[in-house]
Every structure is written in structure tokens, then in C-alpha cells.
């Protein structure tokens, strides 16, 4: 029993139902200008007096004004403003209600029943929350006035009874738990009823995804400009630093151009670095990024760095980058890099490397595609350039740029003819690695 008395007494007094009946008053308070306006309609009717002194003209008037607040509800600020409310103080999951104006129809329409609903219950509890308290009070304390019986202050007949005296203060506290219960029912509902009236619409749900889609791209396009970027930068400067450190007391010459090439590669990684970072600012801050590489402006610089780093690269471009358009030509660019990182991570030093650029037909779409080939023999697995466990992001990135042009990613071992899956490095037991990016020109600006 005691139990029950608590949960009943939680449920009516409780944190969460005096938050509701505040939110309700909070509903009354928004639904007097509409009660004010019903009053000025109905007044020439009925006579000023008698909307003071009538009960019935003051719910007409409350009437006449929930129509003028559904009209006001169309408002763009209205389902923000509700929503606001309802999360403060109705104890409703966020996930279950939507952010923003409403835009569809539907929603609108949603927005116009829970804003009557609000004002309109609203506007009852508040209306008892002034009347029943102070003639409860007045009921609970009416025996106590039973010694003014007589006086000019004296109790009027009608209650100058024993049986009346004594059910009074019951009927009081009877009244107050009833405004209690009232309230807690009434803000009940409107909890209840909001996920349904206040929640996403599919179009809400629609364009939340299409948000986090868009979120999740430039966040899946930042972490391949740094990988490709930093990561290549790393990789050629470790080599570099290797290579100088060997020949340092024999080969000043060569520490030189490895000294300068480690400057140059990092100098570029950081404008780079700033470019992906940039992505991050807020618009009107890109005027301090630097421009994304290409083929056209960066090739040239990438293999002399690369070649720097200990690679034997030999490249043929059967093709003029400055005619390819600017979003193949940045692409391309980060292909060829990742693809010459890995080679300089699974080869070492002195690896051999093959790179091919060449412009041929697109029979799919009937225009052109770029074809990029890198090839390089890998060591025995004994070598001390074995791929590292859990390598492979630079391939997933590589044909996550092919797919988004609407090209096609592939590598393997032509010798065994066979093509690994994304996600997995090169077998270092093998011998000639090749990979293979088909770009399509057509479509891209």
C-alpha cells in the first residue's frame, strides 16, 4: 500500500507532473491574446459586463480564439518554439521530436493540432489552477471560521451547518487532488500525443539523412586527403632519411638532395594539409587554404620527390593533364600518389616502378577515360619491407575516388591473374604488383 501511495503521489505531485503543469500553464498564458480577441468579438454581442460575469461567454470567447491560434501556428517559429518547450519540461526523448521549422503539408497540419492542443488544454488547467485553489482553501478552512457565526463577518445560513462544517475540509482537499489529477492527464497526453504531432515526418527523416550522408562523404573525403597526403609525405620522408643517414659520411652530395627533397616533400604536405584542414573552417576561411594538387600543375613535382625517396620510377603520359577536367585531374593525382606510397611502404628503397597514363575510349559512356597502371615486383616475404598489418586504406581509398567518378578500381597479380579484395595489402611473396584506374571523362566539369 505504501508503495502505491508514493507512485500515485509521484504521479500527481511529482517532479515530472509539476514540469507538465507548468507546461500547461505555460499554454494558458500563450491562449489569453486569443481569449482577449474572442472577448472583443463576442463583446458588442453579449454586453461588456457580461463577459466578466458569465462563465458561459468566457468559454465562448475561449472558443472563438483557438481558431485565430491554429492560423498563427502556420508560422515557421512555431514547431521550433514547441519543441523547445516540450523538451524542457514534458519529458519527451529528443530522437522523437524533429529540429526545425515544418515544411511539408503534413507537418504543418501536425503543428496546428498540437499548438490548439497545447492552448486549448492549457488554457482549462490554468483556468483551474486560479479558481479551485483559493475556494479549496476557503472549504479547508471553514470550520475554523465557525466562531464568526453571529457576527457581522458570520457564515451565511446555508453553511452554518455541523454536517456542512465537517465535509468541507474533505471536499477541499478533494478539489485540489482533482486539479492535481486533471493536470497530470492533461499533460499526459500532450506527452504522449508529441512524438506523434511534434516527431520527424519521412521528410524530416529524409533530409536528417541525407545530412548525415553528406557528413559522413566529407568526413570519408578528409581522412583520403590525409592519408594520401600525410601518409605519402611520411613514407618518402622516412626513405629519404634512411637513405641520407647511410651514405652520410661518404656521400655529402647525395645527403644534400636528400636534405632538400625531405624540405620540399614537407613544405607541400603542410599547404596540402592545410587544403584538407580547410574543409573544416567555416566559409569566407578558405582564402587561407592552398589549392588542391593536380596532374596538370604537380606530376612533375611528385615523381622528382619520389624518385628522391629512392624510387626508380619510370613514367610514361600518353596524354596532355592540362585538358583533363579539373576534378579528374585532382583525383588522378591522389591515385598516382597512393599509388607510388604503397610502392615506396610493400617495395623499399631502390623498388622499380612502372606508372602509366594514357587517354583511350570509354565504350560505356561513349566519350573518354583515363587509364592510370602502376606496377611494381614486390620482395620476399623475409624482406624487411613487409606491408603492415592492417594496411589496405590506401586501396579502399583509392577505389573509393574511382567509384565516386564512375570508374573502377582493380590490383593483383596479373601472373596468377588474380585481383584482391579491398582491403587487404599486397602479398609480399609474389612478384609484380599492378594496379589498374579507369577515370571517365565524360560527365565531370
Known sequence: ???????????????????????????????????????????????????????GSQLLSFAIGLPLAAVTALFPLTRPMSVAAVRALCA??????????????AAKQRTVAWFTLHLGFGGVISGMSIALPPFALFLIALPFAAVLTGSRLGLPPYLDHTW?????????????????????????LLARWAPALLGPTPADRLAEAERRAADLAVRGRIAREL????????????????????????????VREALAAIEDTTRRTVGELDAVLGVLREAGDARSTAPAPTLAADLDGLLRRTRAGGLKVTATVGLDPAELPPLVSREAYRIVQEALSNALRHGGEGTDVTLRLTLGADPARAGSELTVIAENPLPASSGSAAPRPGGGHGLRGIADRARVLGGAAEWGLPCSNAVESVGKGPDPAAGLWRLTVRLPLKGHP
Open 164 to 188: 456542512v462544517l465537517a465535509v468541507a475540509p474533505v471536499a477541499g482537499v478533494l478539489f485540489l487532488v482533482a486539479l492535481a489529477a486533471c493536470a497530470a492527464a492533461a499533460g499526459g
Open 1 to 55: 500500500m505504501n508503495s502505491r501511495a508514493r507512485s500515485a503521489s509521484s504521479a500527481l505531485f511529482g517532479h515530472r507532473a509539476r514540469r507538465r503543469w507548468i507546461h500547461l500553464i505555460l499554454g494558458g498564458a500563450l491562449a489569453m491574446p486569443y481569449v482577449l480577441v474572442g472577448s472583443v468579438v463576442i463583446g458588442p454581442l453579449l454586453g461588456d459586463g457580461a463577459i466578466l460575469s458569465s462563465i
Open 227 to 254: 592519408h594520401d597526403s600525410v601518409g605519402h609525405a611520411l613514407s618518402a620522408v622516412t626513405l629519404q632519411a634512411s637513405a641520407a643517414r647511410r651514405v652520410l659520411d661518404h656521400d655529402p652530395e647525395f
Open 92 to 105: 519527451v526523448p529528443d530522437e522523437a521530436l524533429a529540429d526545425g521549422p515544418a515544411r511539408s503539408r
